[in-house]
């Protein structure tokens, strides 16, 4: 029986007074009801006292995230904004009424950095969320948008 609470709690023996079954507030595991784990007795009602032992993060761990990822926000925050040319070959073909674009020496604006979100780093392929701007014959401008990793484009100077 113990072997289904073990995962999460601590079972210790029953108490020898003979009290009401008394168990301290913890998440049992799916397995574990709550009928499990009072024992009843015929004799005697004995008492099974349950502990959790939980893990948390100490405050230093939590402000030292937190610290890195502000670094590294603000850094990609003070490009944000930057014209960029894309250096690497690349085609996208989300374009309206265009079959395909080649990116190669198009300028664009950076528009937004992507792997930061609400504070937390995420994996992003492409980071780099760039705004673009494309001639159509009779439509005129077509504004769209490509994320690109930070090796497919260099920063112009204005």
């Not at 005697?44 to 032992?53: E, I, K, N, P």
């Not at 309206?96 to 792997?115: F, H």
């Not at 001639?135 to 948008?145: D, I, L, N, S, T």
Request: proline share 6%; hydrophobic share 40%.
């Amino acid at each position: 029986m113990s072997s289904l609470i073990a995962s999460s709690a601590t079972v210790l023996p029953p108490s020898s007074h003979g009290g009401p079954t008394a168990l301290k507030s913890c998440a049992a595991p799916p397995l574990a009801s709550q009928s499990r784990i009072k024992r009843a007795s015929s004799r005697r009602a004995s008492t099974m006292t349950v502990r959790c032992d939980v893990a948390t993060k100490t405050a230093d761990s939590v402000n030292a995230e937190e610290a890195e990822l502000s670094e590294e926000e603000i850094e990609a925050k003070a490009k944000v904004g930057s014209s960029i040319r894309v250096t690497a070959p690349l085609k996208v073909y989300h374009v309206n009424r265009v079959p395909e674009v080649v990116l190669e020496g198009m300028e664009g604006k950076l528009k937004d950095y992507v792997a930061v979100w609400k504070g937390k780093r995420i994996s992003a392929n492409l980071p780099y969320k760039v705004e673009f701007f494309k001639e159509v014959e009779g439509r005129g401008p077509v504004k769209f948008v490509a994320h690109l990793k930070d090796d497919e484009f260099e920063f112009v100077d204005t």
